[in-house]
């Protein structure tokens, strides 16, 4: 077998891109704009419409076809990885700006007690928004993959808010914060957690592990918030301890070696390390937040070994054994192959991930990787690396309900609803609706190992069915865009979601072909008609005689049946 | 003309019909297997994510272990209760939760219940991944797999399932153990085919009338308040009407269901069904543990009716929260109702089940035991020696306790000062083992095949848990 260029060449720095105009609504939360080390190989030869398809179901949301064109432009992908990975340098979607300021997110300039509450389904529609429109693709996806890494669930987060409760009504936390909203506080934490993901998903692993442990969403959710080490009685809570080793860093058994990377001892003492923390209550700024601070009498300050001995911590306080801790496992071997195959499994494939898949890869990654996690750099390798290229790995990954309803609004350039330039969340509604029946309860995923990553695991019969269902929706709503004229719904109705798109049937005549309408739609939603799991055959018999430009009704249901059908596709789950 | 999702469903059904796609194909025609079941035997399996913790759910009293009394005491006692030799006596699933203990159509009383305690993997280190992986993929102990497909897909392969429907599951994590590359075509295509036939189950038109009109408007209402969503066509509608319909539907089966009231009634928890025409108006206190009850209860309500109406042979649920790190004492007051509500519901149906010809099983497993002290922050954390419930007509008899001789309890105020964890006395592969020998009928290869691993040596001891 001849032998693969896996990494490309490094050391060059790229020059620092042009920073575009950023809002000042989101300035702060925005990742710094990076000196790659990692130049990306330049793509050899034409990207046609498929490999186009590829980069993009993997790098973004979903293509349009914008970046269609873009991508399949000389040297179009290599720029358009640069541009990616640099995410500061990017304008930011105005319409994602709007829907932010809309519903006062991050948070800032209006205290808990007399602002306008935000509630569970303002944050998720946050988060679909930012994956729908956001112009930073490779950045949100990398978020959603952190948050999904370090999943913590809202509604586990109402009862120690709750708890601090002595006066009534009990849904409020009079005693620290008069007329705090527990759900507001919920989103608080949820929604800085993620806008944490963002700023740092594509800047170092070190930084982002330490803030993720402080964050007051997983200190609550996992029970860092409160745990102690009491001399001579309990032992400290172990739960996140054993989810941060688990989970979150290194995993059971080494991937290659088969060993376990640790042990009920470095457990305990992991455990011990991370004693000593609560979440107090605070006045920042005028704005009542609740912070991490140490509890110095609560904390097991003593020297620990962990991992055989390979790894000392000095005794200290507990932000200083914090700390040490994060850089040892930051560098720590297990940690770096089994978070760089983690990528792997996200961006490339399932088979790529494990033991004897692509090694040199994951190898490679490892290396860049280096003592703090350069996470950029780390992307940089594996998504301009031949096995990411690699047509043998297309449509291989399993797509998560939120990557299908994106996916479904980008392929066909769906624009949400506007007044005066406005946008109208309600445009999110359904597709919100949607992830949730499908499985994935944005910010509500109760178990900390996250939706599942895998892709065997993420087809169940439920999923599947509601997937279809989803399916109908969505296409129900993007109908116009299959038929210029075509308006499913009494035009006193508000429209559910993405009423406007552009139209790529614009004759009667095409329109009334059910072999030309089933070549479109697939050619749209997989570049390609002639696959054997995309048969456009198949979609051309649902759709039947009966398109009829002025048989409103029984086109209806024919093209209702034909781009079901179309969405029942395997490849419709699949990126 | 508007066209609603149940007409893109059914389009869609009669377009698959009318164009015979490829890829939902079954696996009778891939591989020319014939597929005729070995048994007539169905299985539902309830997967509590984390610990339903022995040590809570058959609680000794404080007179057979003072010294367990007094390690756990804060643990054991729930709301309102400040007594500790009460609460040991009063918080445990299978004591204070009458539809199990008294009710005298439930299996207890017929007979029809095992619980086997101080089950696990004896090599386990109290992770999630210690008993399940080695299920989900025959984990060899360098920590590879053996499969890629999960247990109930390679029993479904062993058994001759039928492909068109070999088995379903609701919840992410049991999707492991039903997962296979090679029967997921044929998996949507029946599930859905099998929701085609029966839309309205689920729909806003519930076929079984027996909600009423008050208990449905505050059981929707309830939902609403959780979620902060409205309309009937949301999910928590959907959820509400699942609900309901589990919990009465099971219950008209006796009609009229002697309504024992429970020994006493100070755990707190949404809607008290024995009340149901004097619904509380407001949200429930607890609204952490709202929530997985009734996710649990639509599964169920989902999966039973699988069962009944096709023939799938295996379905599960998966139900999260009970990895109770904190605050276990005031999570399982909220949750073990419902479990108690859904094990009397599923044992009911499933009794009926068994006399149209299908004997079945219901089998609820945790994943490990939990600590016997209370660590720093007021909850327990993982331990090895867990629980595992068994019902239905197919078990031999009622065992409570298996293992757990008064002997073993006294050792339980040790292990305080110990190891710190019930140990381990059965290999949970064991009844898996069993089960799958005496109703699926798998011969030697057939569960090699299925369970690659054996139990541990010294670890299993026959246990006869099923006629």
Redesign the interface.
């Known amino acids: 077998m001849p032998a693969r260029t896996i990494a490309p060449g490094r050391g060059a720095c790229l020059s620092v891109l042009a920073a575009g105009l950023m809002s000042s609504a989101i300035a702060q939360t925005l990742p710094p704009i990076v000196a790659l080390a990692c130049v990306p190989v330049s793509h050899m030869g034409t990207v046609d419409d498929p490999e186009a398809h590829h980069v993009l179901n993997r790098l973004t949301f979903g293509p349009t076809s914008d970046l269609l064109a873009a991508v399949k432009a000389t040297n179009g992908y290599t720029q358009f990885l640069q541009q990616q990975l640099a995410p500061g340098g990017i304008t930011e979607n105005h319409q994602l700006l709007s829907i932010r300021a809309q519903i006062n997110l991050p948070f800032t300039g209006i205290p808990w007690s007399t602002g306008p509450l935000v509630d569970l389904d303002d944050i998720r529609l946050a988060r679909l928004a930012h994956a729908t429109l956001s112009h930073r693709q490779l950045n949100e996806v990398m978020t959603e993959f952190w948050e999904n890494h370090f999943n913590t669930d809202f509604h586990q987060l109402s009862l120690w808010i709750t708890q601090k409760v002595t006066g009534t009504p009990p849904q409020y936390i009079n005693t620290y914060y008069p007329g705090t909203n527990t759900q507001h506080v919920q989103c608080w934490m949820e929604w800085t957690q993620n806008e944490m993901f963002r700023t740092h998903a594509l800047g170092n692993f070190q930084t982002l592990l330490r803030e993720l442990i402080l964050s007051p969403a997983m200190m609550v959710y996992l029970n860092t918030a409160g745990n102690a080490c009491v001399t001579g009685g309990a032992q400290p809570n172990e739960n996140f301890a054993r989810e941060l080793l688990e989970l979150y860093t290194m995993g059971k058994y080494h991937a290659v070696t088969g060993l376990a990377n640790y042990d009920q001892n470095d457990i305990d003492k992991v455990a011990e390390i991370l004693s000593g923390w609560e979440l107090a209550k605070d006045l920042v700024n005028g704005y009542p937040l609740v912070n991490p601070q140490e509890i110095a009498s609560g904390h097991c300050g003593g020297a620990k070994t962990l991992f055989g001995g390979t790894v000392l911590i000095a005794a200290g306080t507990a932000a200083q054994q914090l700390d040490e801790l994060v850089a040892d496992l930051t560098a720590h071997e297990p940690v770096r192959d089994f978070l760089c195959r983690k990528l792997v499994r996200q961006f490339v494939a399932d088979a790529a991930a494990v033991r004897g898949g692509e090694d040199d890869l994951v190898s490679a990654m490892k290396t860049t990787w280096g003592t703090q996690g350069n996470l950029a750099e780390v992307l940089c390798i594996l998504c301009s690396s031949q096995p990411f290229q690699a047509a043998t790995y297309r449509w291989q990954r399993v797509r998560s309900p939120l990557e299908r309803v994106t996916w479904n609004a980008r392929i066909w350039d769906s624009k949400p609803t506007t007044t005066n330039n406005v946008v109208d969340p309600i445009s999110f509604q359904q597709p919100l609706e949607d992830v949730a029946d499908m499985g994935q309860a944005l910010f509500a995923y109760m178990t900390p190992d996250g939706f599942p990553l895998a892709s065997v695991e993420r087809l169940g019969s439920s999923t599947t069915l509601e997937g279809v269902i989803a399916g109908g929706d969505i296409y129900r709503s993007l109908a116009p865009a299959i038929r210029y004229g075509f308006w499913p719904w009494p035009f006193s109705q508000t429209p559910e979601f993405y009423p406007y798109v552009t139209s790529v049937l614009t004759t009667a005549a095409d329109q009334a072909n059910p072999t030309l309408v089933a070549h479109t739609i697939l050619k749209r939603l997989y570049a390609t008609d002639g696959t054997p799991s995309v048969d456009s055959a198949a979609v051309a018999t649902a759709l039947g005689n009966n398109l009829q430009p002025s048989d409103l009704a029984s086109y209806g249901s024919d093209l209702a049946r034909g781009i079901a059908i179309a969405f029942s596709f395997r490849n419709a789950t699949l990126k | ?3 609603s ?1 149940r ?3 059914r ?2 059904a ?3 019909a ?6 939902f194909q079954p696996l009778r025609a891939m591989n020319g297997r014939s597929f005729a079941p070995q048994t007539n035997d169905k299985l539902f399996c309830i997967f509590l ?1 984390g610990a339903m913790d022995p040590l809570y759910t058959i609680a000794p009293t404080a007179a057979l272990d003072p010294t367990y009394a007094n390690v756990r005491a804060n643990l054991l006692t729930p709301v309102g209760i400040t007594n500790p030799p009460i609460a040991l006596g009063a918080n445990a699933l299978l004591s204070d939760h009458w539809r199990i203990l008294a009710n005298p159509q439930g299996p207890i009383a017929n007979q029809h219940a095992r619980f086997v305690m101080q089950i696990g993997n004896p090599l386990g ?5 210690d008993e399940w992986e080695i299920l989900e993929r025959a984990l ?1 102990p ?3 797999g053996l499969s ?1 497909d999960g247990v109930f897909a390679r029993l479904a392969k062993a058994a001759g399932f039928d492909p068109n429907l070999p088995m ?6 049991l ?2 153990w ?4 090679d029967l ?2 044929a ?2 295509k029946s ?2 085919e099998y ?1 085609l036939a029966h839309e309205d189950w689920l729909g806003t038109t519930p076929p079984i009338q027996l909600l009423p009109p008050t208990y449905d408007a505050a059981v929707h209402a309830g939902m609403q308040s959780h979620y ?2 409205a309309g009937p066509a ?2 928590p509608g959907k959820e509400a009407h699942a609900v309901g319909k589990f919990v009465l539907a099971s219950e008209a089966i006796v009609n009229p269901l002697p309504l024992v009231p429970p020994p006493h009634n100070a755990l707190q928890f949404p809607f008290n069904i024995t009340e149901r025409n004097n619904l509380p108006a407001s ?1 429930p ?4 543990a709202y ?2 009850g009734f996710y649990m209860m639509r599964q169920c309500e ?1 999966a039973m009716h699988l069962l009944e109406t096709t023939t799938c042979s295996v379905v599960g649920v998966d139900v ?2 009970w ?1 109770t ?3 276990q004492a ?1 999570q399982r007051a909220a949750l073990d109702p419902w479990v108690a509500k859904a094990l009397h519901s599923l044992y009911l149906r499933a009794a009926q089940l068994s006399q149209n010809g299908h004997p079945t099983t219901i089998l609820v497993v945790t994943e490990f035991g939990r600590t016997v ?5 007021g ?1 327990t ?2 331990g090895i020696g867990g629980w595992m419930g068994i019902f239905g007509p197919t078990v031999a008899g009622n065992t409570l306790l298996t293992h757990m001789d008064p002997a073993s309890w006294v050792q339980l105020g040790q292990l305080a000062a110990g190891p710190d964890a019930l140990p381990v006395k059965t290999d949970f592969r064991t009844v898996f083992r069993e089960y799958f020998r005496k109703r699926f009928a798998l011969n030697t290869t057939q569960m090699t095949a299925v369970l690659p691993q054996p139990p541990l040596a010294g670890y299993d001891a026959p246990l006869g848990v099923f006629v």
């Open positions: 003309m508007t066209t999702r007409d893109l469903l389009f869609a009669l377009g698959a009318a164009g015979g796609l490829s890829s994510r280190q109290k992770s999630h991944f060899q360098n920590g590879f890629e379903s599951t609701v919840g992410p994590n999707q492991r039903f997962r296979s590359p997921i075509a998996h949507v599930i859905q929701h902060g969503q949301t999910s949200e206190e607890l609204p952490l929530a997985p989902e999260h929260g990895d790190h904190v605050n005031t002290i209370v660590n720093g922050n909850g954390d993982h």
